[in-house]
Nanobody, 124 residues
């Protein structure tokens, strides 16, 4: 069993930055691919970013490429999402995700464990 706990999100103005963190506990999450998704009201949950075990590989959705950066610190069992140049369209609940089978299934939405979600609000 894996537990994922996201940090508190927050509210920022357009153009601002936020960093989310996701603390993992349980099994050896250092061997898992980790990622971030988000869900806006009335919309489906969408993939944002993924990082491979070891951190050598990353993948991003086109909507956040160049603005968001995913990283991991396996000693702290923590994954981060640095979000820069935020836009009102980034307003959503953000979810951390873990997948022992690797990045490919995670990117396609096949997630083994989810965090509880954290709200990010960007005002214009």
């Amino acid at each position: 069993q894996v537990q994922l706990v996201e940090s508190e999100g927050g509210s920022v103005q357009a153009g601002g930055s936020l960093r989310l963190s996701c603390a993992a506990s349980g099994r050896v999450v250092s061997t898992y691919a980790m990622g971030w998704f988000r869900q806006a009201p009335g919309q489906a949950r969408e993939f944002l970013a993924a990082i491979s075990r070891g951190g050598s590989g990353t993948s991003y959705a086109d909507s956040v490429k160049g603005r968001f950066a995913i990283s991991r610190d396996d000693a702290k069992k923590t994954v981060y999402l640095q979000m820069n140049n935020l836009e009102p369209e980034d307003t959503a609940v953000y979810y951390c995700a873990a997948q022992p089978a690797g990045m490919r299934p995670l990117v396609s939405g096949r997630v083994a464990w989810w965090g509880q979600g954290t709200q990010v609000t960007v005002s214009s």
